[in-house]
T-cell receptor, first 115, second 113 residues
Framework: GAVVSQHPSWVICKSGTSVKIECRSL??????MFWYRQFPKQSLMLMAT?????????EQGVEKDKFLINHASLTLSTLTVTSAHPEDSSFYIC???????????FGSGTQLSVL | GDSVTQMEGPVTLSEEAFLTINCTYT??????LFWYVQYPGEGLQLLLK?????DKGSNKGFEATYRKETTSFHLEKGSVQVSDSAVYFC????????????FGGGTRVLVKP
């Protein structure tokens, strides 16, 4: 079946540094990818919709300058958490919509811990 | 806005036991309802779905019925296996948020042999 590879699966960084998370569709093309975050015992919250070749659409309350999204190809979207702080520590998940059948596939998530 | 509430885990049960995970929702209009499952180390996968009231979604022995009168979509399985250990997410699409998925918080299920 279709696979979405998300990397890294976990990362620990110092406060003030930037962290990049990659989301790749391995055997299908995706014009649209989604980025979610999840705090412990809370729902997955949609952060932004990433559109290939254009600017991402951010949900209300998500800082676009802090969470930079790049979707430069039909198989890759990246989320960069800039100047990370401890409150950015969370579980981040991406998903990709198959261009051909519009099915949605998810990555396995990235646990970010900011010290 | 839309919201999905599901029971907190973890839920621990023995093999062959009956599993129920409650899910209720709040949404405008007539949303579609989904259950996703995330096995350890893997991405979320669609388990089953229902698109209108009284529809029953089923897959891998799991079932859930879209109950509009109680705004619920409870997941059930009659006899669980160790391999069913995973995190289960209830979700909806098509309410106020349009085509975007709104998720519940997830319920971790641990099945012991």
């Amino acid at each position: 079946g279709a696979v979405v590879s998300q990397h890294p699966s976990w990362v620990i960084c110092k406060s003030g540094t930037s962290v990049k998370i990659e989301c790749r569709s391995l055997d299908f093309q995706a014009t649209t990818m989604f980025w979610y975050r999840q705090f412990p015992k809370q729902s997955l919250m949609l952060m932004a919709t990433s559109n290939e070749g254009s600017k991402a659409t951010y949900e209300q309350g998500v800082e676009k300058d802090k969470f930079l999204i790049n979707h430069a190809s039909l198989t890759l979207s990246t989320l960069t958490v800039t100047s990370a702080h401890p409150e950015d520590s969370s579980f981040y998940i991406c998903s990709a919509r198959d261009l051909l059948n519009e099915k949605l596939f998810f990555g396995s998530g990235t646990q970010l811990s900011v010290l | 806005g839309d919201s999905v509430t599901q029971m907190e885990g973890p839920v621990t049960l023995s093999e062959e036991a009956f599993l129920t995970i409650n899910c209720t929702y709040t949404a405008t209009g007539y949303p579609s309802l989904f259950w996703y499952v995330q096995y350890p180390g893997e991405g979320l996968q669609l388990l089953l779905k229902a698109t209108k009231a009284d529809d029953k979604g089923s897959n891998k022995g799991f079932e859930a019925t879209y109950r509009k009168e109680t705004t619920s979509f409870h997941l059930e399985k009659g006899s669980v296996q160790v391999s069913d250990s995973a995190v289960y997410f209830c979700a909806l699409r098509g309410g106020a948020a349009g085509n975007k998925l709104t998720f519940g918080g997830g319920t971790r299920v641990l099945v012991k042999p």
